[in-house]
C-alpha cells in the first residue's frame, strides 16, 4: 500500500505564491507517478499537474506556465509550486499516486487552497 501526506495551502492573495508537498511511503516501489487534483464547490475533480518516473510533466491548459511540478526522489516527495495564483485556482487539492496502468493507488488527506483578497 502506499501511503501520501500532504503538507501547504492556506489563504493567499491573488497574484500571490504558494507550495503544495506530497510525501510518499509504503509500496514507493510500485508508483508511476505522482500528481494532483482539485475539486472546486460544485465541480468535479479535475487533474492539475503530474510528474512520472522519467521525470515527464503534464499540466492542465488551466495552469500551465503557472504551476510547476517537481520532485525529490530521496524523500519521496513531490512539489507543485504555484504561481501567479487566481481565485479561481481556489479549491481542495489532492495529492495522489498512480502506477504503471493508470490506477490510482492513493489519495492525499487533502488541502485547501483559497485565492482570495
Known amino acids: 500500500q502506499v501511503q501520501l501526506v500532504e503538507s501547504g495551502g492556506g489563504l493567499v492573495q491573488p497574484g500571490g505564491s504558494l507550495r503544495l508537498s506530497c510525501a510518499a511511503s509504503?509500496?514507493?516501489?510500485?508508483?508511476?507517478?505522482m500528481g494532483w487534483h482539485r475539486q472546486a464547490p460544485g465541480k468535479q475533480r479535475e487533474l492539475v499537474a503530474r510528474?512520472?518516473?522519467?521525470?515527464?510533466?503534464n499540466y492542465s491548459d488551466s495552469v500551465k506556465g503557472r504551476f510547476t511540478i517537481s520532485r525529490d526522489n530521496a524523500k519521496n516527495t513531490v512539489y507543485l509550486q504555484m504561481n501567479s495564483l487566481k481565485p479561481e485556482d481556489t479549491a481542495v487539492y489532492y495529492c495522489?499516486?498512480?502506477?504503471?496502468?493508470?490506477?490510482?493507488?492513493?489519495w492525499g488527506q487533502g488541502t485547501q487552497v483559497t485565492v482570495s483578497s
Open positions: 495522489h499516486a498512480i502506477n504503471r496502468d493508470y490506477v490510482i493507488l492513493s
Open positions: 509504503g509500496s514507493i516501489s510500485s508508483i508511476y507517478a
Open positions: 510528474i512520472n518516473i522519467s521525470g515527464r510533466t
